[in-house]
């Protein structure tokens, strides 16, 4: 990312072109990872990210994002069972340009799939900002979520991964041959905080 839009308050997912992250490659890996057991894929195109059940389930992540595509997974890993079987799994969600309660209320709900974003990008070597994703609105201030963030994840860390957070992160480092880099590790080098 070039230094220019480093400075940038983070108002949605921070994107970097090109390089070894590609999203497709996450669609296969998905699929090889989870496909048998949950019936979910991954796909990307969309306009706007959404979770469809159906036969298969579809994740769908905006464009060619990768990091759009960590992100809802992170979401699916949220999702307990019943929440998977409706549409967006069932989440209240308010679009850009939330006012100040509805920034705070999904800055709250956003820390936990944050948390396990940001082990997806350790996992894979990809840096990772967090997103207020709020780019007509006031997003807030991001360094205190990032900081909740980060201690989510380490919290995480030290607790131990859920399973199909932990079955993810292992495919990831896998795959981007960094299986031998503890992901605590891999979290220092790839979490950025906000200046």
């Keep these: 990312m070039g230094e220019t ?21 996450l669609e296969s890996l998905f699929r090889d990872t989870f496909f048998h057991e949950f019936a979910t894929v ?17 994740i769908c992540y905006t464009r060619d994002y990768f990091r759009s595509a960590l992100h809802e997974i992170a979401h699916w890993c949220v999702a307990g069972p019943a929440r998977r079987q409706q549409e967006d799994y069932g989440y209240w969600y308010a679009p850009d340009g939330r006012d100040a309660a509805q920034q705070a209320e999904f ?8 948390a396990y974003e940001a082990l997806f990008c350790a996992a894979c070597g990809h840096d990772f900002r967090v997103s207020l994703d709020n780019l007509s609105g006031d997003g807030g201030d991001e360094y205190p979520f990032a900081v909740k963030v980060l201690a989510r994840a380490e919290v995480l860390l030290d607790q131990g991964l859920p399973d199909r957070v932990a079955r993810w992160c292992d495919a990831l480092a896998r795959h981007y041959g960094r299986q031998d880099l503890p992901l605590t590790q891999a979290l220092q080098q790839t979490f950025r ?3």
């Design 5 to 25: 839009q480093d400075r940038i308050k983070a108002a949605t997912i921070p994107q970097i072109r090109g390089g070894a992250h590609r999203s497709a490659d």
């Design 42 to 58: 991954l796909e990307g195109g969309a306009d706007e990210p959404v979770y469809l059940p159906g036969n298969p389930h579809r």
């Design 107 to 114: 800055v709250a709900v956003e820390v936990l799939p944050q």
């Design 193 to 195: 905080l906000p200046l």
